[in-house]
């Protein structure tokens, strides 16, 4: 049984292995940004930038399969701490793999560029589920700090992320994009010796697996994991020598298509065979609405380090008061924003609430999409000055960050939040599954869509960056109609868990 820190207040009036998880994600997001930032620009440059030459289609592709992918690994990842390792272990491990991913990457060869990839898919998909899940189990069931908790974690999140962005997006263009990711690795290095130092103050949280299993089913599992990584590692080799070559967009499509096909299959499979009644069945019509519109609008704001991130180095005039900003520090005005307007939002939602306006969680996620897709409507209008031949000025970008932040603000945590509520509590693990993977889908389509973006046409961005804008405003119109329905859906949510109509059973 672990051990709460319940009278615990070491860490600004939370409990101390807090300091621990925050400080530990703080540094994996650095690194795991400031690599993300650079990864479409190193992709395109030039062999004599050190870049590897890849199009605009193949790198977009490929960085569309990796954010997509590093979503969808948390999934096995979960299992395995719950069932395996523990998810301090998990972190552990997990942290080590993200580590030696960036140092490969920081190797300056190209046949060893897709194996760093793979490892800093691997280590997140073991670190990044189970870190959080962690800051949940530091508190008692009824303690009223768990919020305040995530807050600060996710302002961990943020600090993070700026710090990736600053270095590793300075050093790129200044030192070489192989000191760069080394920068990753030390960031990663530095998050893993904290962890290892204040481990203790973790109080057991997570130590040990959650489900027990019999040592016949342990060896069974690690054998079928040994076999799947195995044949990865062997897929690798044989690209790696040139015996095998994948078409990074075939396959991002192919790969878009199975994760939508995995979603639509786990979602009707407890839909239709999970005994649910009545009201559960119209609440998880309402949460479909969400997982729809949650795809769409992070194939729209994905385009941050695809082909934003592209506009930023090619079309933008970067010289400002006599400095030349560095293409990927666009990027973190995202966590500029975030930081700044976050208090902003927790508070609206409050007062919306306290007036009786709160609005559905349909609606807030509508609402969310059609204000990232006005960020688009702006690069439609910068991308026009682009095509004409002449540098953008920054505001432009910056002004796009801030309608995407401002939409992520309005859907993203609310999404969370509907999933948690929302799904039939017997579900509630899985349904969490099942939604990222609305990440993952959204991720793998943005970098398709990204690859759209033919630099020698410019006189087609404009109208590429007003489809995204157009179809995103139209779903998001759709899902607003429909939550006038839902919403009353939504409202069943409070009265089904209170009055507990049937007994929960455990789910594997």
Known sequence: MNTKASNDTSFFG?????????FTEMWERMSYYGMRALLVLFMTASLQQEG???????????????????????????????????????VWYGGIIIMCGHIVLAIPSHSTFFIGLILVVLGTGLLKPNISAMVGQLYEEEDSRRDGGYTLYYMGINIGSLIGYGVCGWLAPNMGYHWAFGAAAVGMFIGLVQYR???????????????????????????????????????????????LVIDAVALAAYVAMAFTATFVIYFSAIFFLGNLNSAEKKRMGALLLICIASACFWAGFEQAGSSLNLFARDYTDRIVNGMEIPPAW???????????????????????????????YGAKCAVGLIIMASGFIVMFFAAQIAASGLKVAPYWLVMTYFLHTVG?????????????????????????????????????????????FDPSRLDEMPNLYLQISLFSIAVGIVVLLLSLKTRYWEKLAEKDHNAEPHPVSQQG
């Not at 939370?14 to 925050?22: A, C, E, N, S």
């Open 14 to 22: 939370h409990p101390g292995g807090l300091q621990t998880l925050f």
């Open 52 to 90: 590897l030459a890849f199009t605009v289609a193949s790198a977009t592709a490929i960085y569309g399969l990796y954010t997509g992918a590093v979503y969808f690994m948390g999934l096995p990842g979960g299992w395995i701490a719950d069932r395996l390792l523990g998810g301090q272990r998990a």
């Open 197 to 243: 130092a204040t481990q203790p103050r973790l109080n057991g949280a997570s130590a040990e697996p959650s489900t027990n299993m019999s040592p016949k089913a342990r060896k069974r599992s690690w054998t079928i994991i040994g076999l799947l990584l195995g044949a990865l590692a062997t897929v690798t080799a044989l690209t790696s020598m040139g015996y």
């Open 330 to 360: 666009f990027q973190s005005a995202n966590s500029i924003f975030i930081i700044l307007l976050s208090p902003f939002f927790a508070a609206l939602w409050v007062n919306l609430g306290k007036r009786m306006l709160d609005p559905s």
């Open 408 to 452: 992520e603000l309005c859907l993203s945590p609310v999404a969370l939040s509907a999933v948690s509520k929302l799904s039939p509590k017997r579900f509630a693990g899985q349904m969490m599954g099942v939604f990222v993977l609305t990440y993952s889908i959204g991720n793998v389509i943005a970098g398709l869509l990204a690859g759209s």
